[in-house]
């Protein structure tokens, strides 16, 4: 199927998007700046992101980035611009970054995050804030804000969430760069792969999601995942349980149960 890209997204300075096998490729493309974070960088990601939510042809998303570097986080220009803004501008530019952030992490598509280098700073906010993270273990991971007067303030809202408070506290306290081996024990992110494969592996990851699993389902099953850990124990499990009846009732359960009792293996 062909990609019809809008005119924005035609338009594109620092990101791409492409589409193979089902598959939203959305690819930092800012190498020589270390694929640095800045506030037209973070407005496109949210295009790119809102376009491949909608896109008919895609299932799964990846976020990937050219380079050496995943993402190196703030530009240094954009810090040094930052320094002559006042509250209200900077409160507008945080905002901008909240909101890509949890863009992606309500995406009604599963989001695979594919970091073939150092992802530090706000970088390692993009690379945690995926569902799913796919690292080379050569990379480094870490919030380094501290470290020169500033706050990991909007990704400590996920990381709590993600690996615990006690997890989140040496990360962001400390400042320090960690290895991916510690990133994944701790669980910032997946997997690991090497850099000879992780293209492939991320790849064929995705590939099996499209066709083993239920778009709905995942859909429904992320959305579920972000809200509980705002119910306590007695609501939580009520709109589980009303999740799973109307679960219970659509087309993709119909269809899949249907096909589990005649033995037939389905494809999505």
């Not at 804000?145 to 400390?174: C, D, H, M, N």
Request: net charge negative; charged share 25%; hydrophobic share 40%.
């Amino acid at each position: 199927m062909e990609n019809l890209l809008t005119p924005e997204l035609e338009a594109l300075r620092y990101i791409r998007y492409d589409v193979q096998d089902r598959i939203g490729y959305i690819t930092l493309n800012r190498p020589d700046k270390r694929n640095a974070l800045n506030a037209d960088v973070v407005t496109e990601l949210k295009q790119a992101f809102d376009f491949a939510e909608n896109d008919e042809a895609v299932k799964v998303i990846v976020l990937r980035a050219d380079g050496d570097v995943f993402c190196a986080g703030a530009d240094l220009a954009y810090i040094q611009d930052l320094q002559g803004y006042g509250y209200t501008d900077n409160l507008e530019d945080s905002t901008h970054l909240m909101q890509l952030f949890h863009q992606i992490y309500t995406l009604k598509k599963v989001v695979i995050g594919q970091v073939q280098g150092h992802a530090l700073a706000g970088g390692c906010g993009l690379a945690a804030i995926c569902d799913l993270t796919f690292a080379v273990p050569e990379a480094k991971f870490g919030y380094t804000e501290v470290k020169i007067g500033f706050l990991p303030a909007i990704v400590s809202v996920f990381l709590v969430r993600k690996i615990g408070e006690a997890r989140t506290k040496q990360l962001l306290l400390s400042g320090d760069a960690i290895s991916a081996q510690l990133a994944l024990d701790m669980g910032l992110i997946t997997f690991l792969a090497s850099k000879e494969e992780l293209a492939g592996t991320v790849s064929a990851y995705a590939r099996r999601l499209c066709r083993e699993n239920s778009g709905q389902s995942m859909e429904v099953t992320k959305e579920m995942l972000a809200r509980l850990p705002e119910m306590d124990l007695e609501e939580g499990l009520r709109y589980a349980a009303q999740r799973n009846a109307e679960a219970r009732g659509s087309e993709d359960c119909r269809q899949g149960i249907n096909a589990f009792l005649r033995k037939e293996k389905i494809s999505w």
